[in-house]
C-alpha cells in the first residue's frame, strides 16, 4: 500500500512541479471524482480545468467552491448530457474550439444499477435529462438468474451504465487524442473497476442480448483496461490509468436504493449506509488517493520516465509501479484503491496475446459508428 503520508507529501509537491496544466474532468460533480477535483485546486499551481457537467446550478456551484480554494485556478463549466455520445462529441468540440492541448483527462462517470429498468426509471426523474434519453427498446425476457425483468437502453441504443463506464469514456479519449497528444507527457485516469477483469461474452460485448450487475462489471472493467492499455502501447506519451477506488459511500448508493421500499431504503440510507462508512475508504481519502494516482511520476508514461516531466517526483523509498504487461513503466497501470498494482497477469497475457487490445478498440469504433450515424 502506498501510504497516505507518501501520497499526500506528493500531493503536497504538485504546486511546485506543475503550473498552469490543462485538465478535463468528467463525473466529478460529486463523489469520488469530485473530491479528486478538489484535491487538485487544493494542490495544483494555476490550474486550468474544465468540468463537464448535466446540471448548470450543480455546475456552478462546485465552480464557486473551487474559486474559494484557489483563488488563481481557472475552473470552466461544459454543460453536456454525456450519456449519449453525440453530447460527448459536443463537449469535446468545445473543449477542442478552446484548447490546443490536454494534460490530464481523469474520468468517473456513472451510477449503479442492479436492474436495467428501475433505477434508470429514477436516475431519469432525478435528472435534467431531456426527452431523448429516454428508453426506446421495446421491453423483453432476459434470464431469471440475472432477476432483471426489462431490457430498457438509452437513445443511443446502449445500457446507459455500461455506456457510462466504457462507451462515453472511450469516446472522450478518442476525441480528445490529439490535446493528450500535444504535451510532452500526459495521463489519462479512468476510476472504476481495476483487478475486475474477466472472462467476456465476445460475442455480446455490449451485453444487448444479456445483462447483470455482474457481468456489466466484469465486461466495462476488461474493457476500460483493454482499451487503455491498447492506447498506452500506441501513445507512449500518454500514460494510462486505471484504478478501482474501493468501495466508497456516495451518492451512486442512495441512487441505487432509490426504487426500493421505503423501509428497506431509509434503513439503508440511515443506517447500512452510516455504518459501511467506517470500513470503506472515506471520500477525502479517496479524492487524496485519485489525485496522487493522477500526478504521481511512480505512473510515467512509457517514453518519459524522468521527472517533472512524468509527474510528481517520487517520494523516499517509492518505485516505479509495474504496468498491465508485469514490466516497470510500461505507460498502462491497473491500480487498486490504495496505489498498489493489481489484476490477473495470467488473463491479461492472455488477452494481449490475442491482440484484444486492437479488437476491443474496432469494436468500440463500431459502436460509435453505428450509433452515431443514427444521432
Ligand atoms: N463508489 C464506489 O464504491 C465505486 C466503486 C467502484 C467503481 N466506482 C465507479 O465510480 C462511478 C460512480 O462514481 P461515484 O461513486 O463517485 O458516484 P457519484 O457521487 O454518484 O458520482 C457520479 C458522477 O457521475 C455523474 N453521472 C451519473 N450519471 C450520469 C449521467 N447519466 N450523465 C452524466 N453524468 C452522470 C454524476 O453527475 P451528477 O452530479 O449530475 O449526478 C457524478 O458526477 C461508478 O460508475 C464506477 O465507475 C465507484
Known amino acids: ?49 474544465y468540468i463537464v457537467g448535466r446540471n448548470e446550478a450543480t455546475l456552478s456551484k462546485v465552480i464557486a467552491d473551487l474559486k474559494k480554494i484557489n483563488p488563481e485556478g481557472t475552473f470552466l463549466p461544459i454543460k453536456s448530457e454525456i450519456s449519449l455520445l453525440k453530447n460527448v462529441d459536443a463537449a469535446c468540440d468545445e473543449l477542442k474550439s478552446k484548447e490546443k492541448s490536454l494534460d490530464l483527462l481523469l474520468m468517473c462517470p456513472g451510477y449503479l444499477k442492479l436492474s436495467r429498468q428501475g433505477s434508470l426509471h429514477h436516475h431519469l426523474a432525478n435528472s435534467t435529462l431531456s426527452a431523448e434519453i429516454r428508453p426506446t427498446k421495446a421491453s423483453y ?6 432477476s432483471i425483468p426489462h431490457h430498457t437502453d438509452n437513445a443511443d441504443g446502449l445500457e446507459d451504465t455500461i455506456s457510462l463506464r466504457y462507451y462515453v469514456r472511450a469516446r472522450f479519449i478518442a476525441n480528445l487524442l490529439p490535446l493528450l497528444s500535444s504535451p510532452q507527457t500526459s495521463r489519462i485516469v479512468s476510476i472504476h473497476g481495476a483487478g475486475k477483469e474477466g472472462k467476456m461474452d465476445e460475442n455480446d460485448l455490449e451485453l444487448a442480448r444479456s445483462f447483470s450487475m455482474q457481468s456489466a462489471a466484469v465486461h466495462t472493467s476488461t474493457m476500460n483496461t483493454l482499451a487503455l492499455a491498447e492506447i498506452a ?18 451518492k451512486a448508493f442512495t441512487v441505487f436504493a432509490a426504487d426500493w421500499v421505503l423501509p428497506l431504503r431509509w434503513f439503508f440510507v440511515h443506517a447500512v449506509l452510516p455504518f459501511a462508512k467506517l470500513f470503506t475508504v472515506s471520500l477525502p481519502e479517496s479524492g487524496q488517493r485519485h489525485l496522487f494516482h493522477a500526478t504521481s511520476a511512480r505512473y510515467p508514461p512509457a517514453e518519459v520516465k524522468d521527472s517533472p516531466a512524468a509527474g510528481v517526483v517520487l517520494q523516499k523509498g517509492m518505485v516505479v509501479a509495474k504496468g498491465e504487461d508485469g514490466l516497470q513503466g510500461s ?11 493489481i489484476g490477473d497477469q495470467k488473463l491479461l497475457d492472455e488477452y494481449r496475446k490475442r491482440g484484444m487490445g486492437k479488437k476491443i478498440w474496432a469494436h468500440t469504433q463500431e459502436v460509435f459508428d453505428r450509433v452515431l450515424s443514427k444521432a
Open 141 to 146: 425476457r432476459v434470464s431469471i438468474a440475472d
Open 1 to 49: 500500500m502506498v501510504s497516505l503520508k507518501a501520497v499526500q507529501a506528493s500531493n503536497a509537491a504538485l504546486r511546485s512541479t506543475t503550473s498552469g496544466q490543462v485538465s478535463l474532468f468528467v463525473g466529478a460533480t460529486s463523489g469520488i471524482a469530485f473530491h479528486t477535483l478538489t484535491e487538485y485546486a487544493r494542490n495544483a499551481n494555476r490550474p486550468k480545468v
Open 331 to 341: 505507460g498502462c497501470y491497473l491500480l487498486n484503491y490504495d496505489g498498489e498494482t
Open 233 to 250: 502501447s500506441t501513445h507512449p506519451s500518454i500514460s494510462c490509468v486505471h484504478v478501482f477506488p474501493g468501495v466508497v459511500v456516495t
